[in-house]
């Protein structure tokens, strides 16, 4: 008889999308998924595992906390539409609000430390942090008495955020390697930090380049390591920037890529230049058969 194929953490996270940190505390805290070990210790997936992982993400999607998902699965609930007032998604938005404008980092970063573990990351892109930041942009706009340190304090979890996960990824062997370049002078959105966050927890080793002003002095990269570049931004380029975006292709070719706003603003020149990029939300960007194309292509390579 055919012995059943087994997959290793890192193998799973890459199929379902869901961090070896995340699955780690789904088994741990929660009972869930409960994979085969080897002689030493480490975990090996069946497909029945993926599956009940799929179904957990489904559940998670649909507002479901991941206390009661256990519950769910236990008793073999059909997924379902849940109330608005059943929804973690809303209550989980108004803690994290509430910590920050309490302008209290110990509590903010506690809480997006174990939103961050418990869920994965995708689901919290599109129903917390994004919605999030809609919210915080209507505040901001505002300008009430200490907003700046609302800011402050919401660029540095980030930050803080970032440093964690990547000391956690270098630990996980890499799938590809590239360089994560954000335009402008400007304090970085929150749409960068989660587009690379994403890139982080899905495998890919990251050099992170912020607020870089002189488009043109990206060429330097290529006389040291050639490797794939993704150049962010959610700010309209000046055309001089447009014009040095095609000193950049000649260099990289098929291997750069644009994403954020800017990429929805500069459509039609983007494409004149032949460049590979995707508009939108951190989300949208990562889940697009362009990008994911794009990226299948340099694993390969």
């Known amino acids: 008889m055919q012995s059943e194929i ?4 890192g193998d799973v996270s890459q199929q379902t ?16 998924i409960k994979p085969n070990r080897t002689p030493k210790g480490h975990r090996l997936y069946t497909q029945a595992n ?20 256990a519950t769910l699965l236990a008793n073999n609930e059909l997924l379902s539409p849940i109330s608005v007032s059943e ?40 129903n ?26 919401w660029q540095q979890c980030w930050q803080r955020q970032i440093t964690l996960m990547t000391l956690r990824a270098d630990k996980q ?35 992170s380049i912020n607020n870089i002003k002189d488009i043109a002095c990206l060429t330097r990269l290529n006389k040291t390591a050639l490797i794939p570049i993704i150049l962010f931004s959610d ?9 040095k975006l095609a000193q950049l292709i000649r260099s990289w070719l098929d291997g750069l890529f644009c994403v954020g706003q800017m990429a929805t603003i500069h459509s039609e020149q983007l494409t ?3 460049i590979k990029f995707k508009g939108g939300s951190a989300s949208q960007c990562w889940k697009s058969a362009k990008f994911q194309a794009w990226l299948t292509n340099l694993g390969q390579q």
């Open 87 to 126: 929804n973690n998604w809303l209550t989980t938005q108004q803690n994290i609000l509430a910590a920050l404008i309490k302008l209290n980092p110990r509590s903010l970063n506690q809480l997006i430390d174990n939103i961050n573990k418990s869920t994965p990351f995708l689901s919290l892109c599109e």
């Open 128 to 153: 917390v942090y994004q919605p999030l930041q809609l919210l915080l942009y209507d505040h901001w706009q505002k300008k009430d008495h200490g907003y700046e340190l609302e800011i402050q304090l």
């Open 173 to 207: 062997k890499s799938y590809t390697h590239c360089s994560l370049v954000n335009l402008g002078s400007a304090l970085p959105s929150l749409d960068y930090w989660l587009f690379q966050t994403l890139l982080i927890q899905n495998g890919i080793k990251i050099d």
């Open 50 to 69: 993926i599956d009940e992982i799929n179904q957990i993400i489904a559940w998670l999607n649909r507002g479901v906390a991941i206390s009661k998902v």
């Open 235 to 243: 700010y309209r380029l000046e055309k001089n920037d447009i014009n």
């Open 272 to 274: 004149e230049l032949a």
């Open 6 to 9: 087994s997959y290793n953490i």
């Open 17 to 32: 999308g869901v961090a070896a940190v995340t699955l780690r505390a789904w088994e741990r805290r929660y009972g869930l």
